[in-house]
């Protein structure tokens, strides 16, 4: 998919909430409505492709609402939040595109404790959904409450793929992070 457009990717049912959420993840000069609504534009719009304002205004406030983004409304830049409502925004966006599959990569990274536990909650809800997705984390507690399976990469090669999370230890993976443990006979 590296090769294909943001467009395609969308349209083969992919989400991505980036790690650099102000080079990758938004238009900082933008407002927060246009962030929340930039990939799913299609939604807001009639059969004559005209743009239904008045649904894009209640869907950017119910997102507001639901993923405690403060501004002072859809208006406001979202360059002008703070990192972790920047953060929310798109998360919000990202979890609402309705994709199959969503790569989280430092998903809380920059927000508050509370949203923390939102978007954890809601990261177990898209999977008892049976949707597919790919957790990249530096938050091992994190991995370890939301996972169902961790592959631990060395060097950008498999070090060992871990299936029954609960066991793991944060020192077992530590060993597998700096590559002094290795299963290559552990395949995914």
Known sequence: ITRESVTAIRKAGM????????????????????????????????????????????????????FTI??????????????????KAIVAREFKAKSDLLVLNQPTRGVDVGAMGFIHKKILEM?????????????????????????????GKVAGVINDVPAATEEELGLYMLGLKEDPAEKF
């Open 70 to 87: 403060k501004t002072k409304d859809e208006n406001q830049s979202i360059g002008s939040l703070s990192g972790g409502n920047i953060q």
């Open 127 to 155: 999977r008892d959904e049976k949707k597919s997705l790919i957790l990249v984390s530096a938050d091992l507690t994190e991995l370890r409450a939301l996972s169902d399976r961790i592959i631990v990469f060395h060097q």
């Open 15 to 66: 989400s991505h909430v980036p790690e650099d959420r102000m080079a990758d993840g938004c238009a900082p000069e933008m407002s927060v409505q246009e962030n929340l609504i930039v990939s799913n534009i299609d939604t807001f719009t009639n059969k004559l492709g005209m743009i239904q304002t008045s649904k894009i205004k209640e869907h950017c406030t119910q997102q507001i609402e639901e």
